[in-house]
């Protein structure tokens, strides 16, 4: 029951370990985003572009659940029998595809609030 004691120290410690945590993911997502901003500026031929380069991610997404189904069902047949690389495969699948879906809600998002805009 003490108003300004130690009772509230350690909830001011747990905001700033917080705090802490949130500038450092910051930091993060700010290296992250450097050199993929330094590759966006390569001068890219009028076929190229952000069509192809999203074309270009899709395809090994594909290429990575193609081969998730292979392993799964090699280890149904038994022709695998490593169930950890057959896991790492399938959840390698799914993140990818997490990911991907995420870009996409980000596109459509961004699409949306363009066509929101006045002119």
């Known amino acids: 029951m003490s108003v300004g004691g130690i009772g509230n120290a350690g909830s001011v410690q747990q905001i700033l370990a917080l705090r802490q945590q949130i500038v450092d993911r ?48 090699a280890y149904e047949k038994g022709e695998v029998t490593d169930i950890a690389k057959v896991m790492l495969a399938r959840q390698e699948a799914g993140i990818a595809f997490e990911a991907t879906l995420q870009v996409r809600n980000r596109l459509l998002s961004a699409y949306q609030d363009i066509m929101r805009m006045g002119v």
């Open 26 to 73: 910051s930091q993060l997502l700010q290296q992250l985003q450097q050199p993929a901003s330094a590759e966006t500026q390569a001068p890219v031929g009028a076929a190229g572009g952000f069509g192809a380069a999203l074309q270009g991610a899709l395809e090994q997404v594909n290429q990575v659940q193609a081969r998730s189904s292979a392993l799964t069902e």
